[in-house]
């Protein structure tokens, strides 16, 4: 009996550049409904955490951490796993922005999230304004932080796995082989950059 294996394809994994993310964050969005939606998304940008979790924190998931620094500890809702995220100034100074409005402090909420599906249809509007032509979601927002904010800037994929709150290192492993790919890219074009300059240099000689 002949056994066939087939192989599983690997979902490809959008996230943004730096310079996406600095373009959202510099843009001056005029309705306050767009800025908040776009700093609910850029919350998730540098936390990893998904639009449920974020939606769940209260201000009473914020800890000092074992470096004397403000953390998010929660579980995410999907893998009942915990999750334990430093907290870098960006977040902080949305979770300042945020601090006194009506809809966090009548609802116990850290953030006044918006539905997911409001939050889906205004993430369209925002990547329109800022010229992005990827799809803006949690999920892209999520890989964001895998990525952009954490493993290119030289975070082990250990500690990454674990703010990610994911029960293994395979998980996780999946957002260094895209980081693979753009080093793989980027290197090709410089290879034939190089690889001109030795033909001109054969011609030459």
């Known amino acids: 009996m002949q056994i066939t294996t087939s192989k599983v394809k690997e979902v490809e994994r ?12 510099e843009k001056d969005f005029k309705t306050e409904r767009l800025s908040l939606v776009r700093d609910i998304f850029l919350f998730s940008c540098f936390t990893g955490l998904a639009y449920i ?10 800890s000092i951490g074992i470096d004397g620094e403000k953390w998010i500890f929660t579980h995410r809702k999907k893998t009942e ?8 100034p960006v977040t902080q100074m ?18 006044p999230i918006l539905t997911n599906q ?3 249809a205004y993430l369209k509007e925002i990547a329109g304004v800022c010229e992005i032509e990827k799809e803006l979601t949690f999920h ?33 492993q999946h957002y260094a082989k895209v980081l693979d790919k753009k080093v793989s890219e980027d290197m090709q074009i410089l290879r034939n950059k ?12």
């Open 14 to 25: 959008v996230y943004l550049s730096e310079e996406e993310i600095q373009n959202i964050i």
């Open 53 to 62: 979790d974020v939606k769940n924190l209260t201000k009473s998931h914020i």
């Open 81 to 88: 796993t915990a999750s334990k995220i430093p907290i870098l």
């Open 94 to 111: 949305i979770i300042d922005k945020y601090e006194h409005h009506p809809k966090s402090n009548n609802e116990d909420r850290l953030l």
């Open 118 to 120: 409001k939050m889906n």
């Open 140 to 172: 892209i927002a999520r890989h964001t932080f895998a990525t952009t904010v954490t493993l290119t800037n030289g975070v082990p994929i250990e500690s990454v796995s674990k703010m990610l709150g994911h029960k293994n290192l395979r998980t996780t």
């Open 194 to 205: 190089f690889t001109a300059t030795v033909n001109k240099f054969n011609k030459a000689n």
